[in-house]
């Protein structure tokens, strides 16, 4: 199992950046890959289950893992087909005061280095004004 890591910095509120975290239904906004989400439930929490659909391709089951509100942490698992992967996010302040977020993916080196692209996007959209709620 291979393993990658992925920051981005930027202005947005930790707190916002959270928000467009826990709240499924906001990831399209922020993520362009992601066309839509289908879940049950308003927020992220521990045994929440649902499908992505991402643009192009085939719907992607996940699992979430791990919440941690107040530490703004969260980890979940993915899968599309036979490839599993487990992604964990954390939203931290910075000491400039600028928000900074960090993805660390497991998962097979070939679906990595094929998400990483996508992810790198969403995550700079994530902590920039003007991509989401």
Avoid: N
């Amino acid at each position: 199992m291979a393993r990658m890591i992925l920051r981005a910095t930027g202005r947005v509120p930790a707190d916002e950046v959270w928000e467009r975290y826990a709240r499924p239904e906001l990831w399209p906004v922020w993520s362009p890959q992601i066309r839509s989400v289908r879940v049950r439930g308003d927020r992220i929490e521990p045994g929440m289950e649902g499908e992505v659909f991402p643009l192009p391709g085939t719907p992607v089951a996940f699992t979430v893992e791990e919440v941690h509100e107040a530490r703004r942490r969260w980890t979940w698992r993915v899968k599309a087909g036979p490839v599993r992967m487990r992604l964990h996010h954390v939203v931290v302040v910075l000491p400039d005061g600028r928000t900074g977020t960090e993805l660390r993916m497991e998962g097979p080196l070939p679906a990595l280095v094929l998400y990483a692209g996508p992810a790198r996007l969403a995550l700079h959209r994530l902590v920039r004004a003007g991509s989401g709620a």
